[in-house]
């Protein structure tokens, strides 16, 4: 099983909302990303959690909160957002396969600011 | 730092014509290699992965090989379908496998 959900799939919020994206994966990967992608652009990376600790954040704004109770499930709580945050959110996880990784991403989560 | 070049289109094609979409690389060491697939309104799926030079990934139909004296990593089909519209993306990752860079994107229509 190479799954990894996303909740909700859309989401709509006004600019003073706090709401949480959710990402989850049960193939034991023990790296987990947040990624940003707008339209006809590659992902952008904004955070990775590796062993449940956070391990890069790509200097992203405060009101973008990441969280990770454990090593399935990755949060990502938003608030005050602004319009030119609408975009497709991806989350992903990487493991180990032979000594190399490879990335699996979920559907994404497209966030609408209004 | 690392980093990946691929050409970014659109390519519009027609449907049983071949496709390369050229991909190469600037990295230290010996990354592993990626292409990924993103259909509309869907998040990116792993099309196939070479992990050393001379590797050739393949799925679906798709092939490409790790090419080290050249750094790349072209991507190809020999007769492409209307299902295979979409974005391509050419990655790699270091053996850290936490640093993943994408290439910008490759844009194909398959018209029938």
């Known amino acids: 099983d190479t799954e990894v959900t996303q909740t909700p799939k859309h989401l709509v919020m006004g600019m003073t909302n706090k709401k949480s994206l959710k990402c989850e994966q049960h193939?034991?990967?023990?790296?987990m990303y947040w990624y940003k992608q707008k339209a006809k652009k590659p992902p952008e990376l904004m955070f990775v959690?590796?062993?449940?600790?956070?391990?890069i954040n790509e200097s992203v704004p405060s009101r973008f909160s990441p969280e990770c109770p454990n090593s399935s499930l990755l949060n990502l709580h938003l608030h005050a957002l602004q319009p030119e945050d609408s975009a497709l959110y991806l989350c992903?996880?990487?493991?180990?396969?032979?000594?190399?990784?490879?990335?699996?991403f979920g559907p994404g989560t497209r966030l609408t600011v209004t | 730092g690392n980093s990946v070049t691929q050409m970014e289109g659109p390519v519009t094609l027609s449907e049983e014509a071949f496709l390369t979409i050229n991909c190469t690389y600037t990295?230290?060491?010996?990354?592993?290699l990626f292409w990924y697939v993103q259909y509309p309104g869907e998040g990116l799926q792993l099309l196939l992965k070479?992990?050393?030079?001379?590797d050739k990934g393949s799925n679906k139909g798709f092939e490409a090989t790790y090419r080290k004296e050249t750094t790349s990593f072209h991507l190809e089909k020999g007769s492409v379908q209307v299902s295979d519209s979409a974005v391509y993306f050419c990655?790699?990752?270091?053996?850290?496998?936490?640093?993943?860079?994408f290439g910008p994107g490759t844009r194909l229509s398959v018209l029938p």
């Open positions: 992903a996880s990487s493991g180990e396969q032979a000594g190399r990784y490879e990335q699996y």
């Open positions: 990295a230290t060491g010996y990354p592993s």
């Open positions: 193939m034991g990967h023990r790296a």
């Open positions: 959690y590796s062993y449940e600790k956070l391990s």
């Open positions: 070479a992990t050393k030079a001379d």
């Open positions: 990655a790699l990752s270091d053996l850290r496998g936490q640093n993943f860079v």
